[in-house]
Nanobody, 115 residues
Framework: QVRLVESGGGLVQPGGSLRLSCTFSGSILRQFAMGWYRQTPGKQREWVGSIAPDRSTNYADSVKGRFTISRDNAENTMFLEMNRLRPEDTAVYYC?????????WGRGTQVTVSS
C-alpha cells in the first residue's frame, strides 16, 4: 500500500525558514518524479516544484531561489527546504508521487507565514 505523510509545517515569521518532509511507503515511488504542491482556501492547488529520480529539480517561478527540494530514497523521504518565507507562501503543502496518470497524495501540512 502506498502512503505519503507530510510533516514539518507550522507558524513562522516573514523571512524565516521551514523544512517540510514527505515520508512515503511503497518503494515503487522511487521510480517516479515526486512533487510539492500548495493550496489556499478558494484557490486551485498550485505546483511548487518537482524532483526526478535522478534528483534533477524544477521550481515554480514564485519560489525559485528560495525553496529547495531533495530526496533520500534510502529513507523514503522527500524534503522541501523553504527560506525567506513570505506571507503569500501561507498554504497547506502537499506532496505527490507515483505515475502521472494516477498519482498518490499526502493529506497536507499547514504552513503559516505571519508576524
Amino acid at each position: 500500500q502506498v502512503r505519503l505523510v507530510e510533516s514539518g509545517g507550522g507558524l513562522v515569521q516573514p523571512g524565516g525558514s521551514l523544512r517540510l518532509s514527505c515520508t512515503f511507503s511503497g518503494s515503487i515511488l522511487r521510480q517516479f518524479a515526486m512533487g510539492w504542491y500548495r493550496q489556499t482556501p478558494g484557490k486551485q492547488r498550485e505546483w511548487v516544484g518537482s524532483i526526478a529520480p535522478d534528483r534533477s529539480t524544477n521550481y515554480a517561478d514564485s519560489v525559485k531561489g528560495r525553496f529547495t527540494i531533495s530526496r533520500d530514497n534510502a529513507e523514503n523521504t522527500m524534503f522541501l527546504e523553504m527560506n525567506r518565507l513570505r506571507p503569500e507562501d501561507t498554504a497547506v503543502y502537499y506532496c505527490r508521487g507515483g505515475p502521472s496518470t494516477s498519482p498518490y497524495w499526502g493529506r497536507g501540512t499547514q504552513v503559516t507565514v505571519s508576524s
